[in-house]
């Protein structure tokens, strides 16, 4: 009898023991799930200039039927990539397809799967004039009645989804007067940006989303004096900061004065020539930025500047290729990424870099087309280049895209892929 007492004791306590690590345990499991329901929701202060926080732009379309949208799990295969790779705002458009709200889901549903995943969102919302993209005559004076419902639905989505969507932009490349097609006068521009400025002081839209524009260096001042009139000054002055593009790659056709082997560098080696016009090609992507900081400035204004799209392709046949500017190729896109990372991260400026993916419908005619080619991986799921450090460092382990691992191009063979590199023409 006193055995089983003593036993009865001993399991007693072993259960006591047991109760009481139980209970610790999910003490520390609520306090852990508390942390993460708690942790306050970023604002696009908090985002925008943050190097723990890389943006990038993103389509992420595979086909070149571009009426074939990304599937939502195609979309959460790619979220997972780009979050590997540090990326945590991407920059897309497209609210008057499918796509967008699918993005949004896709981005909800892995934050429901795994509360550590972070992906935010800068909306945008695209903008015409009148008779833009018709067999009429554009009318750059007015604007198309789509504008209202483009601007109406990226509202709907910030509303939605206020835990993912922290800017909105009106607007693509709008005012750049090279856009024939369907380019605005600054007017259309400042009208919706202070629409949703409205909304966000009646509580229409959250008071912590930015608002503002992507647009051309020199839509915001910083090139020829043709820009700069009264409604572009209010523009400035309306947005919550200003989201500049900057192409060197295409000046290497167009404005190359940065781009040729000068005389006193016709000696280096081919190498040294290379790695020469990409560190001028960097000077040049932060002249653009700091004529447009200038010209703000000139007005009295002081607020953040960001890249809302910069890149470099990869390929082309046209006029950036082996009979143009011998710009593209997988070690200038890697030189290209490494320098303005390293500049902008180290200024507290935001580059949504173009892009994470090669998308082959943005010039469906011709495959080798420079648009088709500015991703950092392929189409068969291949890093580029400029990632295959990170291949090396299993940041894409368990990770796939259409079913297939994220592998290097060349098969990693830097002597086969050193061979496709030309050296910028001499001066």
């Given amino acids: 009898m006193k055995d089983s007492i003593k036993n009865l004791g001993v399991v007693m306590c072993i259960s006591l023991v047991v109760l009481l690590f139980a209970c610790k345990r999910n003490e ?26 890389l943006a990038m732009s993103y389509g992420g379309y595979r086909q070149v039927d571009h009426d074939i949208e990304p599937t939502l799990a195609e979309l959460k295969e790619d979220m997972k990539i780009l979050h590997a790779m540090g990326i945590r705002i991407i920059r897309t458009y497209k609210v008057h397809l499918p796509h967008a709200a699918n993005v949004l889901q896709a981005i909800k549903e892995l934050k429901k799967e795994d509360p550590g995943f972070e992906m935010y969102v800068m909306l945008g919302a ?15 004076d007015q604007e198309s009645e789509r504008n209202a419902v483009e601007i109406a639905e990226a509202v709907r989505l910030a509303n939605a989804y206020p835990d993912i969507v922290k800017v909105l932009a009106v607007g693509n490349e ?25 909304l966000k002081k009646s509580g229409e839209l959250s008071k912590d989303l930015w608002v503002t524009s992507s647009d051309n260096f020199a839509s915001w001042g910083g090139g020829d004096a043709e820009y700069h009139v009264d409604d572009l000054n209010k523009l400035i002055k309306a947005v919550d900061f200003l989201s500049v593009h900057t192409y060197p790659m295409h000046d290497t056709h167009y404005n190359p004065t940065f781009w040729g082997v000068p005389v006193d560098e016709q000696e280096f080696l081919e190498i040294e020539k290379i790695n020469a016009a990409m560190l001028r090609a960097k000077g040049y992507a932060m002249l653009q930025y700091h004529s447009v900081k200038r010209y703000m400035e000139s007005l009295g204004v002081n607020k953040p500047i ?16 082996p009979e143009g500017s011998k710009a593209t190729d997988e070690y200038k896109e890697a030189l290209y990424y490494e320098h303005l990372r390293d500049w902008t991260n180290a200024e507290g400026i935001s580059c949504f870099y173009f892009e994470g993916f090669d998308e082959q419908w943005k010039d469906a005619a011709n495959p080798l087309g420079s648009e088709n080619h500015f991703g950092l991986i392929n189409l068969k799921s291949e890093a580029k280049y400029v990632l295959w450090d990170a291949v090396d460092k299993g940041m894409f382990k368990g990770l796939t895209r259409d079913g297939k691992e994220i592998t290097k191009t060349f098969g990693g063979d830097k002597e086969k892929l050193m061979a496709a590199v030309l050296t910028p023409p001499n001066k």
């Fill in 28 to 53: 520390q499991k609520d306090s852990k799930e508390e942390t993460v329901k708690e942790k306050p929701s970023l604002t696009a202060k908090d985002i925008l200039g943050n190097s723990s926080y």
């Fill in 126 to 140: 695209w903008i015409d004039c009148k008779n833009a993209w018709t067999d009429l005559e554009p009318d750059h």
């Fill in 174 to 198: 709008a005012m750049v007067k090279w856009a024939a097609s369907y380019f605005v006068q600054p007017w259309v521009i400042l009208k919706w940006v202070n629409h949703l400025q409205e």
């Fill in 306 to 321: 960001h890249i809302g799209e910069t890149g470099w392709a990869t390929t082309s046949n046209g006029h950036y290729g």
